[in-house]
């Protein structure tokens, strides 16, 4: 294992951990970078969602308002990273600095997530990050099952323009509404599941947040990384 991803592996907490199937360099990170982030976006179109290219499903989610939310949040937050990345992560919804800020996964969540994808040689820009509600629930409350399915035709659309190889689901939240299933994290995880509408491969593991607040759990973490490695890289079994 090399220096720099040791030191990934140790800001994350993880001591003792070593990769069975071996981890990606820096020299191996050859996906494209982020490109459709900073499109300016016009009003929305009238086309259905699942016809929307990515600049008119960014101005559609911009000027959405088919839930209440749309009456307390800052600003919407439709995702950033690559459109054409292998590997979507799925998160939960946004928080404070996300809805202050227009950008999921910011913060020390953020900041550990980032390190998470380092110590399987990624960039937060070689992949696409987005959650299950594109706005900010006030008190940062769980999402409504309506809410979720408010925004759901938005996420459905990326996915179809992204076509990822992978989607890593991230928390309770994003697991139970991208598998329709009551089902804790613990029970997903450790198996590889299929997005129903896609049947794109699915992973699940713990939010970056929970992880933060329950470090013992880390170690689960980093073998749903190392699978998502293995999976990325055609090496799963």
């Not at 998160?91 to 020390?108: I, M, N, S, T, Y």
């Not at 989607?167 to 697991?175: C, F």
């Not at 880390?218 to 293995?230: E, M, P």
């Amino acid at each position: 294992m090399g220096t720099r991803r040791q030191a990934y592996l140790d800001a994350m907490g993880i001591q003792t951990w070593a990769p069975r199937g071996g981890v990606a360099s820096s020299e191996t990170e050859t996906l494209a970078p982020a490109a459709a982030e900073s499109v300016e976006t016009g009003p929305p179109t009238g086309l259905p969602i699942e016809r929307l290219d990515w600049e008119a499903l960014r101005a559609e989610v911009v000027a959405c308002h088919r839930c209440s939310l749309a009456e307390t949040r800052t600003q919407a937050v439709f995702g950033v990273g690559d459109p054409h990345a292998d590997l979507l992560i799925v998160g939960e919804a946004p928080g404070a600095d996300e809805d202050r800020l227009g950008e999921p996964f910011v913060g020390r969540a953020g900041q550990l997530l980032n390190l998470m994808l380092q110590a399987i040689g990624l960039k937060r820009e070689q992949v696409y990050i987005a959650n299950i509600l594109k706005c900010r629930p006030p008190g940062n409350r769980d999402p409504h099952a309506e809410e979720a399915a408010h925004c759901r035709p938005f996420l459905l659309r990326q996915i179809a323009l992204i076509q990822p190889k992978l989607i890593l689901s991230v928390g309770r939240v994003s697991a139970r509404n991208l598998l329709h299933s009551t089902d804790k994290v613990g029970c997903l995880r450790g198996r590889l599941h299929r997005f129903p509408e896609t049947d794109t491969p699915l992973l699940v593991t713990y939010h970056p947040a929970y992880l933060l607040r329950s470090p013992e759990q880390k170690s689960k973490a980093w073998d749903d990384l190392q699978r998502v490695y293995r999976i990325l890289h055609g090496r799963d079994e």
